[in-house]
């Protein structure tokens, strides 16, 4: 037969025998009155809860997919010694799934008077700030027969930064970007280009590039060479709207596009271009203006943290109301948002040549790698059904974007893993052809 609780817990103490009566509290306080002050004594000899002194200290930001560690310093200010257990609460996006038990938890001694630190160690799964919750404390008497229970409140916030997993392709960017940069001149003039020097032409050189003059003082052919300008300003423009929630992969297109963002902005900003960014979708919600070369990219990074997809609908007008604010003088406008024909044709395209009379724009879009491999698929009736569905997709995507090419605008279409360096060869090639 089932004991009950309060039974159990005499028999295990051994104070008394069980059977199939439940005993009075009153018997058994008469009975077993050692055990009674040996809980009194235990409850009285537990550190106090609601004294102890607690503060936080720590990593204050990491990347997402690092860890970062918050210590937390208690001060045991009684004279007695604190034996207690400890649940330090965060939001369960601060540990992969199923380790914020042993995670969170920590057995902690303190002697009277004394301190001592424990380590909360976080690995976030989202970008985003990560916010300390309530800290519980249990303390145990000598025997933990009873315990006092309380909580602190004891705030910290770790802000977790976009991953930029693209930073790989930065060294090779780089170097292309070094041999554009006056080891090898463009020989085609244009709008963002100026005179460098003069060499001897070689076969295959563009007769424009000619210069008749030069060449007339001197026994050879002499051609002009352009270096791409400098200082030219960049805007990147995030679309926050609903197409930006779409999940691709293990994580929404507002990451892979934030990732494309950040690894331009690093080379344009080594490439010594003014870089800003604009995060819009009914209303700013991120911008970042006028920072310095080695400021950008932390400052980018800072502020695309918190960014998170909303479920509206892109106010298109608004968008290029605030991207013209933000750019009043010519500037390449790299857009990053969706290739989707409705958001496009009906929100994008009327309000377009507001944007291209005055600047030089690009679009990025995420592509979905799903959709390239349903196209392959084949092997019974739903594969080629599948296949069907994939390619009237892929069709109306290459529509869309000849749709803004026939605009002057550049299109870069690619998978997450290939967005960013895709984006930086349209950038490179742009500065190549002198059009920034």
Known sequence: MALTGRAALLAALGSLPV???????????AVNAPLAIACACDFALAAPVRRLR??????????????????????????RPLRADLRDAWPPSSWPPGTEVTASRHHLTVPAGERRRITTRLRPTRRGDRQADRMTIRSYGPLRLFTRQGIHKVPWTVRVLPPFTSRKHLPSKLARLRELDGRTSVLQRGEGTEFDSLREYVPGDDTRSIDWRATARQSTVAVRTW?????????????????????????????????????????????????????????????VQGRTAGD????????????????????????????????????????????DAAPVEEGL??????????????????????????????????????????AQAQSERHRTAEQLRRHGVTVVDAIPDELAPALADAYLSLKTAGRL
Do not use: C, F, K
């Open 54 to 79: 607690l503060t936080r200290s720590g990593d204050t930001s990491v990347r997402l997919g690092e860890t970062a560690d918050v210590t937390l310093t208690v001060s045991n200010p009684s004279r």
């Open 19 to 29: 059977g199939l009566w439940e005993p009075s509290w009153t018997g058994i306080l």
């Open 227 to 287: 270096r791409p300008e400098r200082d030219r300003h960049i805007l990147l423009v995030l679309d926050t709207g609903r197409t930006s929630a779409g999940r691709v992969g293990d994580a929404p297109r507002l990451d892979a596009s934030m990732d494309a963002a950040l690894l331009l902005a690093a080379l344009a900003s080594r490439a010594g271009d003014r870089v800003d960014l604009l995060a819009y979708d009914r209303r700013v919600r991120a911008l």
């Open 349 to 390: 395209l009327p309000v377009l040549p507001r944007l291209t009379q005055r600047h030089t724009v690009l679009v990025a879009s995420v592509a979905d790698p799903h959709i390239a491999r349903m196209a392959t698929s084949r092997g019974d009736a739903e594969s080629v059904y599948d296949a069907a569905a994939a």
């Open 296 to 339: 950008v990219l932390p400052s980018l990074v800072n502020a695309m943290a918190p960014l998170e997809p909303e479920l509206i609908e892109t106010d298109a007008r608004g968008l290029t109301a605030a991207a013209l604010r933000t750019a009043p003088r010519r500037s390449l406008i790299v857009l990053l948002t969706t290739l």
